[in-house]
């Protein structure tokens, strides 16, 4: 869907009409946004990393549960979904469990990661030629 | 009159968010912003703000162990992207629930249900008739049960805050008030009343008899909050 106020339209694996109401036509702010994302993602996931490796089932939850947060900052609803499930099953299940899970959100999460990169570049030449 | 306000939040953006939009609103003052709750109690401890925006799940303590250790009570906007935590916000009686991400309209419409509750708060105190020969009345009234009830002062043994409630104790029967004990205090307790709780203000010509902390008035038995002591052995005249 396209934003209407500032004619920039996100990248169809984003949930672009919610993206619309959260940044209000404001590009400047949803290139900070997004840039900003960039840069916490990883110390987030990091820890997510750290958390799995140590087999720490709590702090897992806990770590995905702020990735989770920063996910839907930048409009990956289903992945959102996702971790939410993650979370959940790191209460309930053991470490041997979630290894597939773990495996296919990491992946996902690159996937996001890649897809921000590339929106946030959009973002910048956008802000940068509507100066 | 704007809302002072801090963020309690260890999410960067998510706190980012939440000062653009009390910028934008306008309504609220943002006073502050802490990425762990006891970096936060050591300011509440300093200030008094009007509003808090509480994140659940932060690194050490979470949010409803700031609730438990809070000494006054704010209004509170709980920030959480998890929906479970519902149950325990409406024991803890928070204001308002958002969940992350919100939108600045989602904001804005707490935002305006907080100030319209503060306003019912403040209506709710109704003062003394404008025929009343002075403003030191030995009654008051009271908004409870559709109508405006006039209490004497005499009667009340003692309030009790109910969150955003008070109950008013007299010996034929209770009455509960949409109001804060903190306004009551302000605005409506004369000389013989004490706040010897966060929640509770007591008539101290009621008082039968002190054991401990424990204050006894008919049948009723009140705790003396621990930073209150002073106070009430200064005010009883305790010898």
């Not at chain 2, 509960?176 to 709780?197: A, C, D, Q, R, W």
């Not at chain 2, 008539?203 to 039968?208: A, E």
Request: glycine share 4%.
């Amino acid at each position: 869907m396209p934003n209407i106020r500032s004619g920039f339209v996100f990248d169809e694996c984003l949930n672009s009409a919610f993206l619309a109401e959260l940044f209000d036509g404001d590009t400047i702010y949803a290139e900070t946004v997004f840039e900003d994302f960039l840069r916490d993602l990883p110390v987030y996931w990091q820890r997510v990393d750290n958390a799995f490796e140590n087999e720490n089932l709590p702090v897992l939850g806990t770590c995905v549960h702020t990735c989770k947060t920063l996910f839907g900052y930048v409009g990956f609803t289903d992945l959102q979904e996702l971790c939410q499930q993650f979370e959940n099953n790191c209460s309930v299940n053991r470490m041997d469990d979630l290894r597939d899970d773990y495996r296919l959100l990491t992946e996902r999460k690159e996937k996001a990661q890649r897809v921000i990169e590339k929106e946030y570049n959009r973002l910048r030449e956008y802000n940068e030629a509507n100066g | 009159m704007k809302l002072s306000c801090i963020i309690v939040e260890d999410i960067q953006i998510a706190a980012d968010f939440l000062r653009k939009f009390c910028e934008k609103s306008d309504l609220v003052e943002v006073k502050g912003h802490f990425l762990n709750v006891s970096d936060a109690l050591e300011y509440l401890d300093r200030e008094k703000v009007d509003l808090l925006f509480l994140d659940i799940e932060m690194p050490g303590a979470n949010g409803f162990d700031l609730l438990d250790r809070l000494t006054y009570s704010p209004m509170i906007i709980l920030t959480t992207s998890k929906t479970e935590y519902a149950f325990n916000a409406f024991q803890y009686h928070v204001d308002d629930y958002l969940k992350k991400p919100f939108t600045f309209k989602r904001f804005q419409e707490s935002i305006q249900k907080l100030q319209l509750k503060s306003a019912a708060v403040q209506a709710s105190a109704v003062a003394p008739p404008v025929s009343a020969p002075s403003t030191d009345t030995d009654f008051l009234f009271i908004k409870a049960e559709d109508k405006l009830i006039k209490l004497k002062k005499d009667d009340i043994l003692f309030l009790e805050s109910m969150r955003d409630y008070v109950k008013f104790v007299t010996p034929a029967r209770n009455y509960i008030t949409y109001s804060t004990l903190k306004n009551m205090e302000e605005k409506l307790i004369g000389p013989n009343f004490l706040k010897v709780h966060r929640s509770y203000i007591v008539n101290i010509t009621k008082i039968d008899d002190i054991r401990g902390n424990t204050i006894y008035l008919l049948g009723n038995q009140i705790p003396i909050g621990k930073g209150h002591r002073d106070e009430v052995a200064a005010k009883l005249n305790i010898l």
